[in-house]
């Protein structure tokens, strides 16, 4: 059984940096492209950034891009999100999931239809 748990959330102020944490059991992330959503209030899963297996190819979202750095430790299990110069519009639940493909499909990488397994979210609250 896969499971797939993100920590690190937490409230923070304006300009302030957090780094999420996922870790991920009962299959190799080494195989396959990992993937960081949001939600915020109110409002749709939205794609934040894709990295692929070996972390040689990544996309952000145009929201996030300069401020948030996605890496991955394939031994570990494990994918980071590091979130600097937080602002109010980054308030969400952010989600970490696993895709089923081992490299990046542009086509695919804001379908949630790819992801097959996803974490429970962590909560990210930036006040100004």
């Known amino acids: 059984q896969v499971h797939v748990v993100e920590s690190g959330g937490g409230s923070v102020q304006t300009g302030d940096s957090l780094r999420l944490s996922c870790v991920v059991s009962?299959?190799?992330?080494?195989?396959?492209?990992m993937g960081w959503f949001r939600r915020a209030p109110g409002k749709e899963r939205e794609f934040v950034v894709v990295?692929?297996?070996?972390?040689?190819?990544?996309e952000y979202s145009e929201a996030v891009v300069g401020r948030f750095t996605v890496s991955r430790d394939n031994p570990k299990n494990t994918v980071y999100l590091q979130m600097n110069s937080l602002k109010p519009e980054d308030t969400a639940i952010y989600y970490c999931?696993?895709?089923?493909?081992?490299?990046?499909?542009?086509?695919?990488?804001?379908?949630?239809?790819?992801?097959?397994?996803w974490g429970q979210g962590t909560q990210v609250t930036v006040s100004s």
């Open positions: 999931a696993v895709q089923s493909l081992r490299d990046i499909t542009f086509s695919t990488i804001k379908d949630e239809g790819y992801y097959p397994y």
């Open positions: 009962g299959l190799s992330i080494k195989d396959h492209v």
């Open positions: 990295i692929n297996w070996n972390g040689g190819v990544i």
